[in-house]
């Protein structure tokens, strides 16, 4: 991009969107109307009208260049799917060809679903699916190398109706907990709202590293994260790339990525150094949770897609380099109404907000009873290498409140009544020219797991290459199940303010286990946590089965968020997913070790053996001791190499042959992944041995510092 290139966001923002402003200014007011009642209501879409808005956006994406449209969904391999098709109808007498796009091809589409995960849902040679257009998340037009295309958002199901993807299921929460936020706010005497829906704001973070050396890793190629290397002399130690100056090159990189987001409709707020070297962040404005699921899939397509024209690669794995910081995501999630209530705002004096402590304290309560599911829905393969580290989380789940909601549960907790709120302190700078001002009534928590932080809550667990639709998912519909046990209790009452006082009273006392505003990573809290009956979770593999337990999937089959058949499919796909990923990086270590490091260490070696010979022919009494040293050891090295690479070829071996999902998994976990630490071990040690024009590799240095 040239530097003297200049834009005005406000004039791009939203150009390659299919929105609100555009269809308004497109459809005849009838339809315009017509179709807000689909996405406001609920309404059946008739084909009728189908047909003038697939006209109108077909039109509308013709003029932006596109020659082909696809529905756009987010089935069960953790990345967007789409089949294309053309606007080309079939040509006419005269030779010529008419650009078409029916209200039928809008709203319904045919893709194979036999090579999609279904979890035994659906058999290889029943292979029929389809897509439907979600009319609430609007369409948009991509550039790329294939020119424009019309994307349309999706869910996508079954032929039996099954759901085999992340929307489907996320639309229904969103629909449960609209239902039952609703009915809550009724008891308060809100008659205007018509819909609460979940607003979620997911931060992304990820590491930049330079094209030509990712390409010279196959680790990297095959696995996304690095499965050998040694920490260079200099990490993050320092602390000097945290919010630190961004280097030119990367900020060409930010500035290049943002005007694509802003193009097609995604809210680029923020953006800086993260704590590790080559680590940065991205943080869009909180948007509708499918919207904003959408977002998030667009926003790490394009992360990667804007790289590599900088001569770039984007890493989203939650570990890419051991010994410094992983990625995370921050899913920042809130209730708002249709009439813009937060439902998550307390107000100045929160002891008073009687909906709100019945909102938080529901809340609580619904983490505090699925807290292994809550836990399953951050579950990932490269998860297991960030989640109770020193940059993530925990794998606790625990609820951080700060001070003031603190003193109110407290107080609730010890006499049934809360009277007073912490309120904010003037902030003194001690110095005169700096202003004074009015600090927060409470801290930040940065190693809670669940953390209240003004007016939402942010679940940090989320993986970094992960879609946040699972974790708002299992959010929706625990707190569905929370607000419905709540208003069944409450519309009974004959006195509604002694029996919401009680409740809240009682909810307090009965999840107060939950609430934890210390340090996360202390061991301390590791035996406070046991001691209180709080699950500690550890692997994706422990955390599975969690969307099986009767609790579960009472919760969900009570909402028609998942039928119980659905949730043990995803069961399937995800103890599958687990042995898939780490047999891939067990075979990439192999064919490292075989074919790139044993060889050049043995290379390396014969150099130091012919120097040690040299220097004696030419000098008999000299001292080659040192060469001799380093001779020994990188020999002895190269053999602890040796075996303990025929010995992960073996245990890989093995544990493929394994047919039930569940033992393989648990197998890649305890045997695979020891032995690949086993082969990892020597290696790292032999890098900080062996001369760099040796070493088949960029080093971490080369990854890490030289961008």
């Known amino acids: 991009m040239s530097e003297t290139e200049y834009f005005n966001v406000a004039d791009i923002f939203g150009e390659d969107v299919f929105n609100d402003a555009t269809m308004q200014a497109r459809l005849p007011k009838k339809v315009y109307k017509k179709l807000h009642e689909v996405m406001d209501e609920g309404k059946e879409l008739d084909l009728e009208t189908a047909d003038v808005v697939a006209h109108e956006m077909k039109e509308w994406a013709i003029e932006k260049g596109a020659t082909h449209y696809t529905h756009w969904f987010q089935p069960l391999t953790g990345v967007t799917a789409e089949k294309h098709d053309s606007f080309v109808s079939a040509p006419m007498e005269n030779g010529k060809v008419l650009m078409s796009f029916s209200g039928k091809e809008l709203i319904k589409g045919e893709p194979d679903a036999s090579s ?9 040679f029943e292979a029929r699916g389809y897509t439907a257009w979600d009319c609430t998340s609007p369409a948009f037009v991509r550039h790329d190398a ?35 936020a609703i009915r809550l706010v009724r008891l308060f005497g809100n008659t205007t709202s018509t819909s609460v829906a979940p607003s979620v704001g997911p931060e992304q973070e990820y590491f930049i590293v330079d094209r030509e050396k990712y390409l010279q890793r196959k680790d990297l190629i095959f696995t996304g994260r690095t499965l050998f290397g040694a920490m260079p002399p200099k990490g993050q130690e320092m602390d000097d790339h945290y919010f630190g100056s961004i280097r030119e090159r990367i900020a060409a990189y930010m ?6 987001l802003w193009k097609l409709g995604v809210s680029a707020k923020t953006q800086h150094n993260e704590v590790a070297p080559a680590q940065h962040e991205l943080a869009p404005i909180y948007a509708k949770c499918n919207i904003a699921v959408d977002h998030n899939q667009l926003t790490m397509e394009t992360l990667k897609k804007v790289a590599g024209r900088h001569g770039l690669q984007c890493l989203l794995h939650e570990k890419p380099f051991d010994g410094v910081n992983g990625s995370g995501k921050h899913n920042n999630w809130s ?15 929160p002891h008073e907000n009687i909906q709100f402590l019945l909102v938080l304290t529901c809340i609580l309560k619904a983490v505090d009873e699925h807290a292994d599911l809550l836990r399953a829905s951050a579950a990932d393969v490269g998860n297991d290498h960030r989640l109770g580290a020193n940059e993530a989380p925990p794998a606790i789940l625990s609820v951080y409140l700060g001070d003031q909601l603190q003193d109110v549960v407290n107080q609730l907790v010890s006499t049934g009544e809360a009277t007073r709120s912490i309120e904010g302190e003037r902030l003194h700078t001690g ?3 700096l202003p004074d001002f009015m600090k927060d009534a409470t801290d930040r928590n940065r190693t809670s797991p669940f953390a209240f932080t003004g007016n939402k809550f942010e679940f940090r667990m989320v993986g970094s290459q992960d879609s946040v639709a699972q974790a708002n998912i299992v959010l929706n519909t625990i707190v569905a199940e929370s607000f419905s046990e709540a208003c069944d209790i409450l519309e009974k009452a004959d006195n509604f303010d002694l029996a919401v ?20 990573y202390s061991d301390k809290w590791v035996e406070e946590a046991e001691r209180r009956g709080l699950p500690n979770i550890r692997s994706m593999v422990d955390a599975i089965p969690a969307y099986i337990k009767a609790n579960n999937v009472a919760a969900f089959e009570k909402f028609h968020v998942f039928t119980k058949p659905e949730l043990e499919s995803r069961v399937e796909i995800e103890f599958e997913k687990y042995a898939k990923t780490i047999n891939i990086e067990a075979k990439t270590m192999i064919d490292m070790a075989g074919k790139q490091i044993i060889p050049a260490v043995i290379k390396y070696t014969t150099a130091v053996a012919n120097s040690i010979n040299a220097v004696k022919t030419a000098m008999p009494d000299a001292d080659v001791s040192a060469q001799s040293d380093i001779l020994k050891k990188a020999s002895a090295l190269l053999g602890d190499a040796q075996k303990a690479l025929l010995k992960l070829i073996e245990i890989t071996d093995k544990a493929s042959s394994i047919s039930d999902e569940k033992a393989k998994a648990e197998s890649y976990r305890d045997d695979v992944m020891t032995a690949m630490a086993e082969l990892r071990k020597p290696v790292d040690e032999l890098e900080m041995m062996v001369g760099k024009e040796y070493w088949p590799m960029p080093s971490y240095g080369d990854l890490l510092f030289e961008v």
Request: charged share 25%; glycine share 10%.
């Open 116 to 124: 999609f995960p279904s979890g035994g849902l659906r058999a290889t």
């Open 335 to 349: 209730l708002t109404t249709d009439d813009g209530i937060n439902l998550l705002e307390p107000g100045q004096t």
């Open 146 to 180: 294939a020119g424009a295309t019309l994307c349309i958002p999706t869910a996508f199901c079954s032929y039996t109706g099954e759901a085999l993807d992340q929307k489907t299921p996320l639309l229904r929460s969103m629909e449960a907990i609209s239902e039952q």
């Open 255 to 260: 500035r290049d990525l943002n005007k694509e």
């Open 431 to 433: 110095v005169k020219t």
């Open 501 to 520: 006082h009680d409740l809240i009273k009682k909810l307090a006392v009965d999840h107060e286990r939950i609430i934890f505003n210390g340090d996360g």
